[in-house]
């Protein structure tokens, strides 16, 4: 009598999500990527957003599928089945020399911690007129996605915490404001770039977007082998390397489209649900 050869073992994945230019189209899920979410989750799959947002930033429609956790913050920030595993942030000193920086220049910008949004008074209008004519340049004209920052706007307050700066106007380039600041200071492009307007962020030097992945699989028992990452901007270079496989969005920032291992559809062609079928997660 031959014995039953073994059931083969199937392989969990934890799969890493950017939000905006990925998951989202101008801040809204198309209901095919939702859908995807689910099958994958229900099929035993971890999936997780890793996007620049911080929590402050991820209404209740992004989050509306379902995930397992998340990194926000690029990178500084990590939660797990409710479980906070990190929450990085500038410390005293450093958030005071990136703020006068900033206030030199006349800047528009956003403090982003997982609590709240603030912006200075000066620049809350010139902000909103930023943000509502990015949101509306989706095709159907709707600004809907303009929400989860105008709806969470507060001033500055005498003692500001925060992980992230997102920059939406300066007289220069946001890297020559960050050399200013210091080495300890780093910047990237943000998702709402414009070179007329000099936008970006900046963030706490070494840290990304990989180091909250690797946070988050540890918590999960996934080795790196098994993570697979969609990114599309600059901001998920170090995580597209990191994962066992890296998906970028066709379009992408042409770094992350030279190392990716493959590409998928944008947002608005319901790229994540086909790469999702194509990768065997549903």
């Given amino acids: 009598m031959h014995a039953l050869p073994p059931t ?6 934890a799969v890493f999500l950017d939000v905006d230019g990925t998951y989202a189209d101008y801040g809204v899920v198309p209901e095919a990527h939702a859908q995807a979410v689910h099958a994958a989750r229900a099929a035993g ?13 991820l209404p209740a429609h992004i989050l509306a599928a379902g995930f397992d956790g998340l990194v ?21 000193e450093m958030a005071a020399r990136t703020l006068a920086a900033l206030d030199a220049h006349d800047a528009v910008y956003v403090l982003e911690s997982p609590e709240s949004l603030h912006v200075p008074r000066a620049a809350e209008q010139r902000l909103r007129e930023i943000i509502e004519a990015h949101f509306s340049q989706r095709p159907d004209g709707r600004a809907a996605g303009s929400s989860a920052i105008l709806g969470s706007l507060a001033p500055i307050p005498e003692l500001p915490s925060f992980a992230k700066i997102s920059v939406f ?12 600041i210091g080495e300890d200071v780093a910047v990237v492009e943000n998702s709402i770039a414009d070179e007329r307007r000099h936008t970006g962020e ?9 180091d909250g992945v690797a946070v988050a699989i540890g918590h999960l028992g996934i080795s790196q082998a098994d993570t697979i990452a969609f990114g599309d901007g600059e901001n998920d270079l170090e995580m597209v ?12 920032h042409p770094g992350l489209l030279e190392l990716a ?20 997660l549903i």
């Fill in 8 to 13: 083969p073992v199937k392989t969990i994945h």
């Fill in 45 to 57: 799959h971890k999936v997780l957003l890793c996007t620049g947002r911080p929590l402050s930033m």
């Fill in 72 to 92: 926000a913050s690029a990178g500084a920030y990590v939660e797990v089945g409710g479980e906070i595993l990190m929450d990085r942030r500038f410390p005293e």
């Fill in 169 to 180: 106007e300066a007289p220069l380039s946001v890297g020559s404001i960050a050399a200013e």
């Fill in 202 to 210: 900046l963030f706490r030097r070494g840290i990304s977007k990989a």
């Fill in 241 to 252: 390397a990191f994962a066992g496989l890296g998906v970028a969005i066709e379009g992408s």
């Fill in 261 to 280: 291992d493959r590409t998928a559809l944008p947002p608005n062609r319901d790229g994540i649900a086909s790469a999702f079928a194509e990768l065997g």
